[in-house]
């Protein structure tokens, strides 16, 4: 696994340290076209995120063969939890999963998410 940081990262609105709550998920895409279908919907999902209360920052990072991932940072639980109530959220993870149209086929063949929360004085 390798983390692009210089070129995905985008750290504008605060240091990640000030992170209480961190995102870390990947998928598995089935390949190249996937993520060509992908792009309209993480673009417009990125916006949506940069504009949340409480974002502080996000990294993407790559795993061959077709795995995309992400971490994502944020000021509080809720404030990570309410991006992913989000419109925007919810169209990307419907068509991962190939929910987005009756008879659609997965676009996907694994993945995970993880949250994790900052202890106070840790």
Do not use: C, K
Request: no cysteine.
């Amino acid at each position: 696994m390798r983390l692009e940081t210089a070129q995905a990262a985008t750290f504008e609105r605060g240091p990640v340290g000030e992170a209480a709550a961190v995102f870390v998920g990947a998928t598995r895409y089935t390949g190249p076209l996937a993520w060509l279908r992908l792009a309209r919907r993480w673009f417009a999902m990125v916006r949506t995120m940069r504009r949340m209360p409480g974002y502080v920052g996000h990294a993407v990072y790559y795993q061959r063969p077709f795995t995309l991932g992400t971490l994502g940072f944020f000021a509080t639980r809720e404030e990570m939890l309410a991006f992913a109530r989000t419109g925007e959220h919810r169209a990307v993870m419907q068509w991962v999963v190939g929910g987005d149209r009756p008879g659609s086929r997965t676009n996907a063949t694994g993945g995970y998410i993880r949250i994790y929360d900052a202890e106070p004085g840790a």
